[in-house]
């Protein structure tokens, strides 16, 4: 039996499905070869300045661009990456505390190149998780074992990031598993099961090799934005439109 752990969580990550269904009527074309990794465009240089005078001139509430303000920065752009801790793993975050002191001296010189390293890092972790999944639904179904009794945590944004792939893959496989369930509670059959969810993956690899660079600086601004309070974003010329 599989039993499920949730504690309702209504925190969605905005930013990053503005930027997914943005991106659905992007023009750009990714190969299937090596994913691209995503730069900072000149503009984006412009933009940081001008929203950093703007936060500092006209917002209510006074913040002092400094260390301990980066480390909330990086954590507030994890937790819009990935707030149910299901791609990125531990070592990844160890990694990226390198930048928990840094952020701040990079945006003082409109450097973005922590945030995009960060956010490249996740969109090829989820690309690779969903491909995976892909590669592997069909036998994976068919194995599944429901008289087994285990835990699922659904609202996994309080719980430690995976120590490592083994650990990620074992989070994952649950997460499919408890999806599997629910459609077959909704008398879809594994077949039908299987077609539906090799759609949804594809989309979603689809959107995500589809993200541009204007994407990832929304969801870092955003983020940044958000320290001052949860009510303040930051619109790109392009979502203001």
Avoid: C
């Avoid at 001008?50 to 920065?73: G, I």
């Avoid at 944004?157 to 499919?176: G, L, S, T, V, Y």
Wanted: hydrophobic share 40%.
């Amino acid at each position: 039996m599989l039993t499920i752990k949730s504690l309702r969580n209504d925190k969605f990550t905005g930013a990053l499905i503005t930027a997914l269904f943005l991106s659905m009527f992007s023009l750009s074309v990714f190969a299937d070869s090596a994913l691209k990794p995503l730069e900072p465009e000149k503009s984006h240089k412009t933009a940081v300045h001008d929203m950093l005078e703007q936060l500092n001139s006209r917002h209510y509430v006074k913040l002092s661009l400094n260390d301990a303000l980066s480390e909330r920065l990086l954590s507030a752009f994890l937790d819009d990456l990935d707030p149910n801790r299901l791609f990125l793993l531990q070592s990844d975050i160890t990694e990226f505390q390198k930048y928990s002191t840094q952020l701040d001296d990079e945006l003082k010189k409109s450097d973005l190149s922590a945030g995009f390293f960060i956010f490249n890092r996740y969109r090829e972790r989820m690309i690779a998780r969903l491909q995976n999944t892909l590669d592997t639904l069909p036998d994976n179904i068919k194995a599944m074992d429901f008289s087994v009794n285990e835990d699922i945590e659904l609202d996994r944004d309080k719980a430690a990031w995976p120590a490592n792939k083994a650990e990620a893959d074992e989070i994952w496989r649950k997460q499919i598993k408890n999806r599997v369930l629910g459609l077959r509670l909704a008398d879809k059959d594994d077949k039908g099961i299987i077609e539906l969810l090799t759609k949804r993956f594809k989309n979603q690899i689809k959107r995500m090799k589809q993200l541009e660079a204007e994407d990832a600086f929304q969801i870092y601004a955003n983020a940044f934005a958000s320290l001052y309070d949860p009510h303040t974003d930051y619109f790109s010329p392009r979502l203001s439109e």
